[in-house]
């Protein structure tokens, strides 16, 4: 249960009120943006909301058990503050977000009735549906290590321990030719080995794709010169003498991990459990199963 402003309180027991719905949201790139319902912009908490913004609110459901509550905001693509290049470019998920009720007359009487983060988003020709999940569903997500052959650490984090930062594994360059929406020729790299960025990351620093970050699939060089393929391609066009800074790809296996990266120790993954055709074995007369190393 909620405690309220006895301020407040007093103003839902007037029956007559003058209430909206507030959205505080907070995008992993540290913008922060304000939306309201109403048709007159305020403030509170060094945060300003946009009226007339396009959203609106469904109902907020809540249950006892420990299942992701979920509310709906619909808005059109037309807001100058939500564009759908944002949001098809990754800019909105999972930002995090505060659901507010407020008197508009007096911001100072106001609850926060959520806290949550924005899951799915449905597009349309002309309008959005965000989904605002609530704090629950962090505890879908999985934790603890995966027994598996391949290591399951991210290259270059904590459980790994490479320094990506240095001049082995990273390099600076500018896109020379654009060959499809995803593969291009880059300059500067030519004295790195094929294969070497295969996996890795892709940070632009120039260009209207500043400050995203894509996938390597793959590393190709001829000739001198480097081609390389994203996973995706970015929503804004790849641009000729475009800048990015890129670092090195992991396949995931002990074999890289050691030659690669000298890094065997550190190495997450169990690469001798046994594969599927040692749990599929059955008894043959030939033997094999004395107990014996496979």
């Known amino acids: 249960m909620k405690s309220l402003d006895p301020a407040f309180q007093a103003h839902l ?3 007559t009120t003058t209430l909206c719905w507030c959205w505080r949201i907070l ?8 939306f309201t319902d109403h048709d007159v912009a305020f403030s509170f908490d ?4 946009e009226p007339e913004s396009g959203l609106t609110a469904s109902e907020i459901r809540s249950g006892s058990d420990l299942s992701v509550d979920a509310q709906d905001a619909e808005g059109v693509l037309s807001s ?21 009720r407020v008197n508009w007359v007096n911001t100072d009487q106001r609850a926060l009735l959520r806290r949550g983060a924005i899951g799915q988003i449905r597009r349309g020709r002309l309008a959005f549906v965000a989904e605002v999940r609530s704090l629950a569903h962090v505890l879908g997500q999985t934790v603890g290590r995966t027994f598996q052959a391949t290591c399951d650490a991210a290259v270059g984090d904590g459980s790994c321990g490479v320094d990506l930062d240095a001049a082995t594994f990273k390099g600076t360059g500018a896109v020379i030719d654009l060959l499809r929406d995803r593969t291009f020729t880059a300059s500067e790299l030519g004295g790195f080995t094929a294969g070497w960025f295969t996996f890795g990351t892709l940070d632009w620093t120039g260009g209207a794709n500043a400050g995203r970050r894509a996938e390597i699939i793959a590393h190709d060089v001829t000739d001198g010169i480097a081609a390389l393929t994203l996973l995706e391609a970015p929503v804004r066009p790849i641009v ?20 690669k990266f000298a890094n065997t120790a550190n190495f997450r993954g169990f690469p001798h459990i046994p594969g599927q055709d040692a749990v599929l074995r059955y008894a043959t007369k ?3 199963h004395e107990g014996a190393e496979l």
């Open 46 to 49: 060094g945060t300003g909301f």
């Open 13 to 15: 027991d007037e029956g």
């Open 240 to 259: 000729e003498a475009h800048t990015f800074t890129i670092r090195a790809g992991c396949y995931k296996r002990m074999e890289t991990c050691g030659a």
């Open 286 to 288: 030939d033997g094999g």
């Open 80 to 100: 100058n503050r939500i564009t759908e290049t944002d949001i098809l470019d990754g800019r909105w998920d999972n930002a995090e977000v505060e659901v507010w």
């Open 27 to 34: 995008r992993a790139d540290g913008l922060s943006l304000g």
